[in-house]
């Protein structure tokens, strides 16, 4: 790892699943690692103590992303603490287990909203003084990508597919 390697990372919805795996993931490369939780402070919790057998930092807070746009807050207040930010990784989302053909319109678009919305608004919002120059920071959303399968009685997911060497 050379000097220019990014340090400090948030991974929202690191409390389980990918975002726990990346947050470990991270703190083994050299990561102090922000992590957040929407249900579960234990397993939260318990991904922090990961990073921190991994020889790194851990900070722990809560962000409801139903609670737009003041989740995304939570952003800089773990930059605040972690003294800095060179990665976010957006794993936060929701879906629902209704079958496509029993969904409302209000369910799909909290679905939206939330995954959607509350994205935009953690890589978006106005920089703290966190951010690096230009070129420096890293960005990524959930790997899962906006789809439904009719038929299929699978719920609907609507998490961004992006990244961003900017």
Known sequence: M??????????TGSESGIGRATAVALAEQGHDVGV???RDEAAAEATAEEV???GRRAEVRHQDLTRLPEAADVVDDLAEALDGLDVLVDDAGTGHSTSLS???FETW???LATDLDGAF????APPGAWWPEAGAGR????????STSPGSGRPPTARPRAGSDS
Not at 121 to 124: A, K, P
Not at 139 to 146: D, F
């Open 2 to 11: 050379t000097a220019s390697t990014p340090r400090i990372a948030v991974v």
């Open 36 to 38: 957040t939780w929407y």
């Open 52 to 54: 921190r057998a991994a």
């Open 102 to 104: 029993d969904l409302e």
């Open 109 to 111: 678009r909290k679905v």
């Open 121 to 124: 608004l953690c890589l978006s």
């Open 139 to 146: 960005w990524s959303t959930s790997p899962a990508s906006t």
